[in-house]
């Protein structure tokens, strides 16, 4: 009979231990396990979104960059270039003021603004999961740093250097790609604002 009851009883016991080992971990990790499940496939996302924000600001920086590069020594002091006839010209200027040629007098004001940009645009970085934002942000940076970049290293001194503008169209103020980019991305915000859509990737309606 004992030898009846163990070998029938045997399933019944590895049953129960079945069913209470799933319960187990259940209520010793729930906080713990949850979390990771929940925050495993946003931390890759959210990484994508900041490797797409510094690839978005590192394109729009070099191209800046190289277009002026091109600029002082090509065009500089030189006859303007007409690309569309009188609707668009090349036409090499230093400005120290702010983007399209407005505020000279405040050079160093507007150096300190686009650095504190640059600063809060890094830190919202470690908040982003939004690729639409990324890449607004991108370009804000980019252009940011490409003007920052001037400031600094171009005459007449540190943090007083003037910006070098090139294109200029007909009946309007000569900016560079810079100033394109950080327009372009100032646009961008506004929409996705509009459209009720956050950094964070969340959306929400007024």
Request: glycine share 10%; net charge negative; proline share 5%.
């Amino acid at each position: 009979m004992a030898e009846a009851e163990r070998i029938i009883g045997t399933p019944d016991d590895s049953d129960a231990a079945r069913a209470e080992g799933p319960e187990r971990p259940d209520v010793e990790g729930t906080g713990d396990g949850g979390s990771e499940a929940g925050d495993a496939p946003a931390r890759p996302r959210g990484k994508r979104r900041i490797a797409v924000l510094f690839a978005v600001a590192a394109f729009a920086y070099v191209l800046d960059l190289v277009s002026k590069i091109i600029v002082v020594e090509k065009l500089e002091h030189q006859e303007p270039i007409e690309i569309i006839g009188d609707w668009l010209r090349f036409e090499a200027i230093r400005n120290a003021g702010a983007a399209f040629g407005f505020g000279e007098a405040f050079t160093v004001i507007f150096t300190v603004i686009a650095a504190a940009v640059i600063v809060v645009i890094a830190r919202l970085a470690r908040k982003l999961y939004s690729l639409p934002w990324a890449i607004a942000l991108g370009m804000l940076l980019g252009g940011a740093l490409g003007n920052l970049t001037d400031r600094i290293f171009r005459s007449p001194g540190v943090f007083e250097g003037a910006v070098v503008d090139f294109i200029a169209p007909k009946h309007f103020a000569v900016f560079n790609l810079a100033d394109s980019a950080i327009v372009c991305g100032g646009i961008l915000i506004v929409l996705l604002s509009f459209k009720g859509l956050d950094p964070d990737g969340t959306v929400h309606k007024d």
